[in-house]
Structure formats: structure tokens, C-alpha cells
């Protein structure tokens, strides 16, 4: 995993794991700078595996399976107030299974 935080305030954040094979995803959250409560990404957040609700209306899930990982991009205005932080991975055909335990 690697961040960059870009000088316009765009934060992007790389994720793969090669060798893992596809259906893998990343169930992850963001905390409000200043906050101690997880929230749903900011409002302009985007990735290329995709953005997809865990059912509570907070955390998210990416794919970060196959080769190609995926690329979370946080606009410049929540990347200064938000960081994405504690994650687990899970297989989609088994949400239950994880390789780490959630914060």
C-alpha cells in the first residue's frame, strides 16, 4: 500500500496484493480529522475498484483483487479532514472471513 498526498490537497492511495487472486476486497473507513467516530468517504471519492456500502452506512468495500490492485483518490478538500485508516480484507464469496481484525 502506498499514499501520496498531492500539493493541491488530492490524497490517492494504492492498494494491491498480487497473488491473491481476484475477489478480494478492502472493507475500510474513514475518521474525520478531529473526530473519533468512522464516517462513510467524503462526498467526491472515488477508486478504481469501485466504492460499495458494507451495509451499515458507514464503511465501504473496495475490489483489490487480480493484478491490478485498485486506486482510492480522496478530493482536496476531505483529504485534509479524512484519512482512511483500519481495514480488513475479505473474499466476497465469504464476507465473514477476514485476514485481520477490524479496529
Known amino acids: 500500500m502506498s499514499r501520496v498526498d498531492y500539493p493541491d490537497g488530492t490524497r490517492v492511495v494504492r492498494i494491491k496484493c498480487e497473488g491473491l ?3 478480494l476486497q478492502l472493507h475500510w473507513g474513514c475518521v474525520l480529522e478531529g473526530a ?3 464516517s462513510p ?3 467526491g471519492t472515488n477508486s478504481s475498484g469501485g466504492i460499495n456500502g458494507a451495509g451499515d452506512g458507514i464503511a465501504s468495500r473496495t475490489n483489490i483483487g487480480g493484478a491490478s490492485g485498485a486506486t482510492i483518490t480522496f478530493p482536496p478538500a476531505s483529504a485534509r479532514k479524512s484519512s482512511a485508516s483500519s481495514a480488513w480484507w475479505s ?3 465469504n ?4 485476514g485481520s481484525t477490524p479496529p
Open 36 to 38: 473519533d467516530e468512522w
Open 41 to 43: 468517504p467524503p462526498q
Open 21 to 23: 487472486g481476484d475477489g
Open 91 to 93: 473474499r466476497k464469496t
Open 95 to 98: 464476507p465473514r472471513t477476514s
